[in-house]
C-alpha cells in the first residue's frame, strides 16, 4: 500500500511558476514509476508526466514539454513537479500518482491508470 499526499498548489498569474510535490508513504518508493496527472472542471483526466524508478527517464505531454520539469528524490520519498510558464489552460486539479510497472505511461498515447492516486492539488493560473 502507497499513499500520496500532493502539496504546492495555489493561485498563479500567467507566466508565473509553481512547484508541486507529492509525498509517498513506505519504503519501499523507488520501486514505483511515478507520474502527475490533472484533471480541469468537466474535462476528463489527462497525462501530464511520468518519472522512471531511477529518475533517468522521463515523458511529457505535447501540452508542458519545455515549460514542466518531472524529478524525484528516492531518499525523501518525494516527487516534483515544476511548472514553468504557467499559463490559464493550465488550471486543474494535479494528481500525483504511483505503478509499479508505469510503463504506459511512456507510450505515444499514455495510459492514464494507475496503482495509487493521491487527493490532488489545485492550481489556477490567471489571466
Known amino acids: 500500500q502507497v499513499q500520496l499526499v500532493e502539496s504546492g498548489g495555489g493561485l498563479v498569474q500567467a507566466g508565473g511558476s509553481l512547484r508541486l510535490s507529492c509525498a509517498a508513504s513506505?519504503?519501499?518508493?523507488?520501486?514505483?514509476?511515478m507520474a502527475w496527472f490533472r484533471q480541469a472542471p468537466k474535462k476528463e483526466r489527462e497525462f501530464v508526466a511520468a518519472i522512471s524508478w531511477s529518475g533517468g527517464r522521463t515523458a511529457y505531454s505535447d501540452s508542458v514539454r519545455g515549460r514542466f520539469t518531472i524529478s524525484r528524490d528516492n531518499a525523501k520519498n518525494t516527487v516534483y513537479l515544476q511548472m514553468s510558464s504557467l499559463k490559464p489552460e493550465d488550471t486543474a486539479a494535479y494528481y500525483c500518482?504511483?505503478?509499479?510497472?508505469?510503463?504506459?505511461?511512456?507510450?505515444?498515447?499514455?495510459?492514464?491508470?494507475?496503482?495509487?492516486w493521491g487527493q490532488g492539488t489545485q492550481v489556477t493560473v490567471s489571466s
Open positions: 513506505g519504503r519501499t518508493f523507488s520501486s514505483y514509476r
Open positions: 500518482a504511483a505503478d509499479r510497472d508505469g510503463s504506459g505511461w511512456f507510450n505515444l498515447h499514455p495510459s492514464i491508470a494507475a496503482d495509487y
